[in-house]
Each structure stands twice: as structure tokens, then as C-alpha cells.
């Protein structure tokens, strides 16, 4: 199984990204996936989850603006990121856990069984 994020990029305060996962290798519709970030300096956290029918949860940090969606024709997730603040500054992840997660697990890094390479969003006050 491979990850490929893409979709970061430098954009300024109140700006919008999408950010995409790529998998190979999976049928996402089977599999619980979610984002999490790396700010510089920071421990890496979560940001949002999906589970494999469906739910979402999202850190309290980006409840409101941020969407995590999967589109499963093209095995895809996704991460719509709107209103970006600069905190919001970080190297962002995706995640596969193979089958299904209760809702707490998907808050944990440790649940997830592929990792992807990570891309960058800066965004400038």
C-alpha cells in the first residue's frame, strides 16, 4: 500500500487548499483514513478522521473549516481546508488504518497502518 499526499502550497491568511491521498494498492471504502500535521517544533497531532462508513471527527482546532471526504472511484481522500490561519502551518499527512476504527482510535497515530510522505502548507499572515 502507498500514500502520495499532494496539494500543499504557500497561501495567505483566510486563503483555501485542498489537499489529496492518493492510495494504491487498497479500496479506500473499506479503510478508515484521516490527516494529521506536523508543525515545526510540535509533536505531530490529529486533524481529522473518516471512518469506513462514513463519520468524521475533527480536532476542535479546525472543527468548522477544515472537511475530510473520500471519494472511493478514484480511491481518493480528501482534505478541503478553508478560513487557513497561520497556525495552521505544518507538514500535513494522511493515514490508512485497514478496516473499520471507533471514533477515539481515529484520534491516534498508533492506530494507523500506512503513513504518507507529507506536503507542506504555509500560510502567511
Known amino acids: 500500500v502507498q500514500l502520495q499526499a499532494s496539494g500543499g502550497g504557500l497561501v495567505q491568511t483566510g486563503a483555501s487548499l485542498r489537499l489529496s491521498c492518493l492510495a494504491s494498492?487498497?479500496?479506500?471504502?473499506?479503510?478508515?483514513m484521516a490527516w494529521f500535521r506536523q508543525a515545526p517544533g510540535k509533536e505531530r497531532e490529529f486533524v481529522a478522521g473518516?471512518?469506513?462508513?462514513?463519520?468524521?471527527s475533527y480536532s476542535d482546532s479546525v472543527k468548522g473549516r477544515f472537511t475530510i471526504s473520500r471519494d472511493n472511484a478514484k480511491n481518493t481522500v480528501y482534505l478541503q481546508m478553508n478560513s487557513l490561519k497561520p497556525e495552521d502551518t505544518a507538514v500535513y499527512y494522511c493515514?490508512?488504518?485497514?478496516?473499520?476504527?471507533?471514533?477515539?482510535?481515529?484520534?491516534?497515530?498508533?492506530?494507523?497502518?500506512?503513513w504518507g510522505q507529507g506536503t507542506l502548507v504555509t500560510v502567511s499572515s
Open positions: 494498492g487498497r479500496t479506500l471504502s473499506t479503510d478508515s
Open positions: 493515514a490508512l488504518r485497514i478496516g473499520d476504527l471507533i471514533l477515539s482510535a481515529l484520534w491516534t497515530e498508533h492506530s494507523y497502518d500506512y
Open positions: 473518516l471512518r469506513r462508513r462514513t463519520s468524521t
